[in-house]
Every structure is written in C-alpha cells, then in structure tokens.
C-alpha cells in the first residue's frame, strides 16, 4: 500500500485525531452529570489533582493517541495492528460510563485494567513499525498507571 499524501493524508490525520477527541467527548458528555454530583462525595486518594486537569490531560493525550494511530495508519493501512490500536480507543471511551454511570470504581476497574493492558499491546505492536508512534504513545500508557492507581484508592476508600 502507498502511504496517502498530501492533502489526504492531512484529512486522515484530522481524522484520527477527531475521532479520539469525538471518543473523549461522548464519555465526558454522557458522565458530566456524575461529574459534578456523585464523584464529589466520594474519598478521594492522595495525589488526586484538581478536576481542570483531566479535560487538558485527556485533550492532549487524544491528540498523541490520534497522531500515532494516523502514524501507523500511513504504513500498514486497515493491517491488524491498528485493530489493536481501536481496542484500546474502545476501552478508553468505556472506562468513565464504568466509572461514573455505574457509580462504581470497580467497574472502572474492570475497565481500566484491560486499558492499560491494551496500551501495552499497542506500544508493543507499534515498536517494529514507528518508533515516534510509539513515543506518542508513552505519556498515555504513563497517564493511565496513575489512572489506574486513583481508580483503585477511590475503590479502596470508598467500599460499601
């Protein structure tokens, strides 16, 4: 396959970003309710930071996860590899209706751990490919241990 160029490859770039924001969006808009109620009762674990953070960490995390999916894109085309890449998306846009919906840190749990799970895999299968994409990748799979650390002290703190 011959990588696009030019403006279509801009486009799809655009798209793979969009698409991560779009995923990014829809979790937050279906939980902001849970935002601004339940999840200010709970206990939270040390190290939680200020709610602001999130939306600019994720933001910019759906820009890299975007890039390097598109960087991939370009080499291998529709290969298995970026299915691998749309697991991980998958879990990602799960991982806050498990939370905030459910009302439920174990669920999130159950969600977040098959994520960071995925990333790795997604890391991994990149490496012999693209290492800028794999870079990309990194701050997200990073993110997403301290992610998973708060998810399981609001767990811990906050059993019934």
């Not at 751990?113 to 490496?127: D, K, Y």
């Not at 693209?130 to 998810?151: C, E, F, K, M």
Request: aromatic share 18%; proline share 8%.
């Amino acid at each position: 396959m011959t990588p696009p160029t030019g403006r279509a490859s801009l486009f799809a770039l655009v798209g793979f970003i969009g698409l991560c924001q779009l995923s990014g969006m829809t979790a937050s808009a279906l939980t902001q309710p849970e935002v601004r109620g339940w999840y200010l009762t709970l206990a939270y674990p040390p190290g939680t930071p200020p709610g602001w953070v999130f939306p600019v960490v994720w933001t910019t995390l759906y820009v890299m996860i975007g890039t390097a999916g598109w960087r991939i894109w370009r080499r291998v085309g529709t290969a298995r590899v970026m299915r691998v890449w749309g697991w991980q998306l998958a879990f990602a846009t799960a991982w806050s209706p498990a939370f905030f919906w459910l009302h439920s840190p174990l669920a999130g749990l159950a969600v977040i751990v098959p994520l960071w799970l995925s990333i790795a895999w997604t890391i991994r299968a990149f490496a012999p490919l693209d290492r800028i994409a794999v870079w990309l990748l990194g701050p997200y799979l990073a993110w997403v241990s301290y992610a998973t650390y708060l998810n399981a002290g609001f767990w811990w703190l906050n059993r019934v």
